[in-house]
């Protein structure tokens, strides 16, 4: 389990490589800051410049700073302690001590922030394009500054995909001629042969987890079959999110000819598979009359898809389905494991992702920006109350049972998952003496996500009342209680937003099962979590209360189960190695790192 570990200042003794210039800098430094910072000497050293005379005095400056700081901060913590000494007979609050260490430790002004050390990758290994202007996005820019370094690289495939395929997005996509004509000729009902540009249209009108899931399902079918990605606007994907593509829009045009994309259901005469049922499409090579492709179908692909439709993930269909310039993708959960199952995608799958369990780690970081006012949120909450902490504890709470909102049993779930994971410390029982915090020890911090007040509220009145066995000290933080999910309500997706992103930002993660934005935290913080399993009966605690997943990637709740050659339903989750059963939906399946 990796943890936060604060930069020491040079006074403390630090190597060289431990107190280089960009070490010191806050993590929202810029590029330029970090460029100054390396020109610089040793930040410890009173020695001016001799290369540049008219230099000297303020980059002498400069350097002294960090130690006169140190200083004045240890002066001040001196006088209070001595204070404290004659106020309280000569007992020091062990907190106080406690405190002014943590605060030497840190040092002065922002070196104390997370990461500080490591200069921000602001492109991700390659994911992202390089020169997008800043004012177009905070977050793009300055997200890597707040966020652990990933062992996770971006494959030399993957990222050669994405340039191309914005290129593509620039050339096809909304408010070019291409688009254009492409629009024509749906409007005419025409279908387009050997048509210059194609479309996936992404639809979901459920919560905002399962809309970035299947947004970044849709994407990756995108990406394989050399088509444009659009997403349904009328979900609010627009006000909460930056544009992904530099130059480009993902946003479906407000007067896209096909109206009611929100009202496909699986009775459509339009979906693929009613398609097939009422021979409009075959994939029969012997058929004996020439077949009209139609110009637009619907891939339906919601937890009530049929069997026609389920065969979106056969090879013969991806064949016939290439002739259809729009394709209207209609999910409401994670499908990329089904994309998998495709023998036709395999290969190229295989070299976009070497790293089977990090798909929608790529795929996420690349696709989903918080906007301006979301990263706003984001941002100046984790300075306020996350940034100090040397370790963060996520804790996503999703109740689907109305009854267990102040459920005993749940909390019980909960401590009964940190204590026996050591995810956090015990509480001592009452009577015991407390314990002096360990030197050196690691401080930790809870972020609780839940529409429910209630558990946050029992969680840090147990850590503000009762002292720890380890003697260490927890905060525990709550951005909102909404309560209840708020379909379709734009300031609770704010929140539900920003806080997935603070989730994200974690170190380690306790997650309930079936929540899609666990799935979505765990996923761009690229951790793999302990999930708490789903209670079976709400007056008792699941027991084991929770384990530990077997990878960060989203579950695909509804799996096809469909043998696409004998044409009927069956199990197919062993035809593919790097796939699992999900830890928490015992149907549900998973990519994995490949058993080798």
């Known amino acids: 389990m990796q943890q936060r570990k604060a930069p020491k200042a040079c006074a403390e003794g630090a190597t ?12 929202t430094a810029t590029a330029r800051d970090l460029l100054e ?3 610089a000497e040793d930040q410890c050293s ?11 005095a303020g980059a002498g400056e400069r350097r002294c700073r960090p130690v006169v700081n140190l200083l004045l901060v240890a002066f001040v913590v001196a006088v209070l302690l001595a204070v404290v000494l004659l106020v309280d007979g000569g007992r020091a609050p062990a907190v106080w001590i406690a405190a002014a260490g943590a605060q030497l430790r840190r040092g002065s002004g922002h070196a104390w922030l997370p990461y500080a050390r490591n200069a921000p990758d602001k492109l991700l290994g390659g994911l992202l394009a390089d020169g997008v202007d800043e004012k177009t996005c905070r977050s793009r820019h300055e997200s890597s500054a707040y966020r652990r370094s990933t062992p996770r690289r971006p494959s030399p495939h993957l990222v050669s995909r994405l340039r191309r395929h914005e290129e593509l997005q620039r050339r096809c996509g909304p408010g070019s001629d291409a688009y254009g004509r492409a629009v024509q000729q749906l409007s005419a009902g025409r279908s387009a042969v ?15 987890g399962n809309r970035i899931l299947a947004a970044a399902s849709a994407f990756l079918y995108a990406l394989l079959t050399d088509r444009v990605l659009l997403v349904d606007r009328g979900n609010g994907m627009g006000e909460l999110f930056c544009e992904p593509f530099p130059g480009a829009t993902w946003l479906l045009p407000p007067d896209f000819p096909v109206a009611g994309l929100a009202n496909i259901t699986v009775d459509a005469a339009e979906t693929y598979g009613n398609m097939l049922k009422n021979k409009v499409l075959t994939t029969d090579s012997t058929h004996s009359t020439p077949m009209q492709v139609p110009a637009l179908a619907y891939a339906y ?6 069997d026609g439709d389920k065969r979106f993930f056969c090879d013969d269909d991806q064949r016939l389905m290439s002739n259809i310039q729009w394709l209207v993708a209609r999910m409401d959960t994670y499908s990329v494991p089904g994309l998998f199952q495709v ?11 070497p790293e089977r369990d990090a798909v929608f780690h790529h795929l996420g970081r690349y696709l989903f920006h918080p906007a301006d006012h979301v990263w706003g949120l984001v941002s100046r909450y984790y300075r306020a109350y996350l940034a100090r902490a040397e370790q963060l504890v996520g804790i996503q709470l999703r109740v ?28 001592l029982a009452a009577g015991e003496p407390a314990v002096t915090p360990a030197p050196g020890g690691v401080s930790r911090t809870v972020l609780i996500a839940s529409l429910r007040p209630w558990f946050y509220e029992r969680i840090k009145s147990m850590y503000w009342e009762q002292p720890t066995a380890s003697g260490e000290d ?13 379909f379709g309500r734009r300031s609770h997706d704010t929140k539900a937003w920003a806080e997935m992103y603070l989730l994200s930002l974690c170190d380690v993660l306790v997650t309930s099962g079936w929540s899609t934005f666990g799935y979505v935290a765990q996923g761009l913080a690229g951790v793999t979590p302990w999930v708490m399993y789903r209670p079976l009966n709400v007056s008792e605690t699941p027991d084991p209360p929770c384990a530990r997943d077997v990878s960060m990637e989203p579950c695909f709740h509804t799996p096809p189960m469909y043998d696409c050659k004998l044409k009927h339903t069956a199990d197919t989750a062993r035809s593919v190695p790097h796939l699992r059963r999900c830890q928490d939906v015992r149907w549900g399946l998973k990519l994995v790192v490949d058993p080798k």
Request: aromatic share 8%; proline share 7%; hydrophobic share 30%.
């Open 474 to 486: 927890v905060g525990v933080h709550q951005p909102s209680h909404e309560e209840y999910q708020q």
């Open 301 to 306: 692909l919601e937890h009530d898809y049929g």
């Open 37 to 39: 910072a390396e020109e």
């Open 343 to 353: 023998p036709s995608f395999a290969e190229e799958l295989a070299a976009l992702f």
């Open 194 to 208: 050997d048509a210059e540009c194609k479309y996936v249209v992404s639809v979901c009108n459920r919560g905002l």
């Open 16 to 27: 060289e490589q431990e107190a280089s210039p960009a070490a010191v800098l806050p993590r």
């Open 400 to 427: 689907f049972d109305s009854e267990q909102g102040k459920s005993p049993h749940i909390l019980r779930q909960i401590t009964s998952c940190v204590w026996k994971e050591k995810l956090l410390p015990e509480l």
């Open 46 to 56: 009173m020695t001016p410049r001799k290369k540049n005379k008219r230099r000297q």
